[in-house]
């Protein structure tokens, strides 16, 4: 392996561009005896006297939830006259809920014991483990960091938030009603409860001292937006300067009437963004203060130059009642925003576009909602979210109907009635996805069992280290959420990295340690393509990458014992069915 970079380009491009050309083609056509049992059923179909695994917490049962998915979507399928793809391999599908679910791909026992679990329940039965694995609640309060905080910022505030989400996510009844609330109203030290970083990640700019009393410590206009759109998906950033151009029901005065219930807002402390790695960060109270804006008025600039107030008031128009004891201004807009009927609606059009890879709505956006985009399946998102609440907003109940379903368990591959743009909404396949960063870090730490594994602190150094690198090369310059996408640029980077050629090298790599213990070619190809993309290799590929990487007594012709296997893995991790999500 030391001598990857000379001969990858040999022999390793070869295999390389071999994998890359059948990259899901190879995913669609599992090879036969081992995948996709002719005794499989669908996921709610029961034999006689079989218990329907995985019900969900609360009073809502999978197979109601899923029941709605099914219909709504066959029904949609008929009228447009779709035919869904087929349903996807059992090797794909274990692939897919472990990247969806916990944010990597699976491990070879998980594989093993998968396999094992009767046809019938086989996915749920998964689908059940998945949701009960602690590395449910680290994958999801990462994904809920970024989303409240984005990637830029001081990381010390990040992690927690990222240490409070977690410990929400980690209880198998947790409800994102309760999450929504806590994060909106939240006070306190930012050292104790680390839910007051998102509203103090997101205040605006400071108002100038001698208009504190009237206007508020800060303009709170970031975190105005940032919440109407995280928890109702509406994006009425726009209404800051005018009224909506595409919704009539938005105006400007209704986003400022939001604004108004985050304008006695206060915050102790200051943040330092520009530290040294070293130096200690400052703590920082997050409280209100009634004597801030006690009359709630805030002035906002039409385009025509008048100056026009606006008092707390939501989007729907709804005011502060009279009697309000002692809640704060954020506290009833926590329960004015969870309250809504889109809450429950964003959140699962959120999800739904997290594991089908396509929001319901006309356009793309799952945080877009309004006149100007419709929803396509309005009454399966509406009885979603009917029973989402009936289900005490718990989010694994939620995945789990949603992993259940039908349309979940189709393949990615196109057919001549589905592979337009305009079939994409309709759920007839599920979509492809590059991985995220932390996906495709954490799978590759997966596929390869680097000896960094063994010690905690090396490991949490190697993938603090990798990330940055990682987020650098792949994200933007607006603090969105990176993706690896395949260009030519970030293949480069990945290919030639020193962290990808030192993780598959013979004396870092668990996989490859164990790959040269086997004696057969293909129980060596199977272990490596099982480690990398779930699945063994198909015969097509045996045959084909055998007569570039030749067998002999169970032992590879080549000087370097290791090097041939190093290439086929190299080739493997960087191929087109590794990098997605399919």
């Known amino acids: 392996m030391a001598k990857l970079n000379l001969r990858a380009w040999g022999l390793g491009l070869i295999v390389g561009s071999l994998v890359l050309g059948l990259n899901l083609a190879a995913a669609q056509n599992p090879p036969k005896g081992k995948a996709d049992p002719k005794t499989e059923k669908s996921p709610g179909e029961k034999s006689p006297g079989e218990k329907s695994p995985g019900e969900s917490p609360g009073i809502v049962n999978v197979e109601e939830a899923t029941n709605v998915i099914n219909k709504r979507l066959a029904d949609a399928w008929k009228a447009n006259n779709i035919t869904p793809a087929e349903r996807a391999s059992d090797y794909e599908f274990i692939r897919r809920a472990s990247l969806d679910i916990i944010g990597r791909i699976a491990k070879l026992d998980e594989i093993d014991k998968y396999m094992k679990d009767p046809p019938s329940q086989r996915r749920a039965m998964l689908v059940d483990r998945l949701l009960a694995n602690p590395e449910f609640a680290e994958y999801w309060s990462t994904i809920w960091t970024h989303w409240l905080m984005t990637r830029t910022g001081e990381r010390l505030y990040k992690d927690q938030v990222k240490l409070w989400l977690a410990e929400q996510f980690e209880s198998q009844n947790m409800s994102i009603k309760e999450m929504a609330t806590q994060l909106i109203a939240a006070k306190g030290k930012s050292n104790d409860n680390g839910a007051v970083n998102y509203v103090l990640s997101a205040v605006g700019g400071a108002n100038p001292q001698q208009n504190v009393a009237k206007e508020g410590q800060f303009d709170m206009v970031p975190i105005t937006s940032r919440t109407v759109r995280l928890f109702l998906g509406y994006q009425i950033q726009c209404t800051q300067c005018h009224d909506h151009p595409f919704n009539a029901d938005w105006k400007q005065k209704h986003f400022w009437g939001v604004n108004a219930f985050f304008r006695q807002t206060q915050r102790v402390g200051n943040p330092m963004?520009?530290?040294?790695?070293?130096?200690?960060?400052?703590?920082?109270?997050?409280?209100?203060?009634?004597?801030?804006?006690?009359?709630?008025?805030?002035?906002?600039?039409?385009?025509?130059?008048?100056?026009?107030?606006?008092?707390?008031?939501?989007?729907?128009?709804?005011?502060?009642?009279?009697?309000?004891?002692?809640?704060?201004?954020?506290?009833?807009?926590?329960?004015?925003?969870?309250?809504?009927?889109?809450?429950?609606?964003?959140?699962?059009?959120?999800?739904?576009?997290?594991?089908?890879?396509?929001?319901?709505?006309?356009?793309?956006?799952?945080?877009?909602?309004?006149?100007?985009?419709?929803?396509?399946?309005?009454?399966?998102?509406?009885?979603?979210?009917?029973?989402?609440?009936?289900?005490?907003?718990?989010?694994?109940?939620?995945?789990?109907?949603?992993?259940?379903?039908?349309?979940?368990?189709?393949?990615?591959?196109?057919?001549?009635?589905?592979?337009?743009?305009?079939?994409?909404?309709?759920?007839?396949?599920?979509?492809?996805?590059?991985?995220?960063?932390?996906?495709?870090?954490?799978?590759?730490?997966?596929?390869?069992?680097?000896?960094?594994?063994?010690?905690?602190?090396?490991?949490?150094?190697?993938?603090?280290?990798?990330?940055?690198?990682?987020?650098?090369?792949?994200?933007?310059?607006?603090?969105?959420?990176?993706?690896?996408?395949?260009?030519?640029?970030?293949?480069?980077?990945?290919?030639?990295?020193?962290?990808?050629?030192?993780?598959?090298?013979?004396?870092?790599?668990?996989?490859?340690?164990?790959?040269?213990?086997?004696?057969?070619?293909?129980?060596?190809?199977?272990?490596?393509?099982?480690?990398?993309?779930?699945?063994?290799?198909?015969?097509?590929?045996?045959?084909?990458?055998?007569?570039?990487?030749?067998?002999?007594?169970?032992r590879l012709k080549d000087t370097d014992a290791a090097g041939p296997l190093q290439d086929l893995f190299w080739a493997l991790l960087n191929c087109n069915e590794f990098i997605l999500n399919h």
């Open 273 to 554: 963004m520009q530290m040294q790695p070293n130096m200690p960060r400052p703590q920082m109270v997050l409280g209100d203060n009634a004597e801030f804006n006690k009359n709630g008025i805030i002035f906002f600039e039409k385009r025509s130059g008048v100056f026009l107030p606006s008092e707390p008031m939501f989007l729907d128009g709804t005011r502060i009642p009279k009697a309000t004891g002692e809640k704060t201004r954020r506290e009833i807009l926590a329960q004015f925003v969870t309250g809504h009927k889109n809450f429950s609606r964003a959140y699962v059009n959120r999800m739904w576009t997290q594991m089908m890879g396509r929001s319901m709505t006309v356009k793309p956006a799952f945080d877009d909602f309004g006149e100007h985009n419709d929803v396509v399946h309005d009454e399966m998102l509406t009885e979603l979210g009917d029973l989402f609440v009936k289900a005490n907003y718990n989010p694994r109940a939620l995945m789990r109907w949603i992993a259940n379903s039908e349309a979940y368990g189709l393949k990615a591959a196109a057919n001549k009635t589905n592979d337009q743009a305009e079939h994409e909404v309709y759920a007839s396949r599920v979509m492809l996805k590059a991985m995220s960063p932390e996906q495709l870090l954490e799978s590759l730490i997966v596929a390869t069992r680097p000896e960094v594994t063994k010690n905690e602190k090396e490991l949490e150094k190697f993938r603090a280290d990798w990330m940055s690198r990682l987020v650098v090369n792949f994200g933007d310059d607006e603090g969105n959420e990176g993706t690896f996408n395949g260009t030519v640029v970030q293949a480069l980077l990945m290919m030639n990295g020193r962290d990808i050629n030192q993780a598959i090298s013979n004396q870092q790599s668990g996989t490859v340690q164990s790959a040269l213990k086997l004696k057969t070619g293909k129980q060596t190809m199977d272990y490596l393509f099982l480690a990398t993309l779930n699945r063994p290799a198909t015969q097509k590929e045996y045959t084909q990458i055998i007569a570039k990487l030749p067998l002999a007594n169970g």
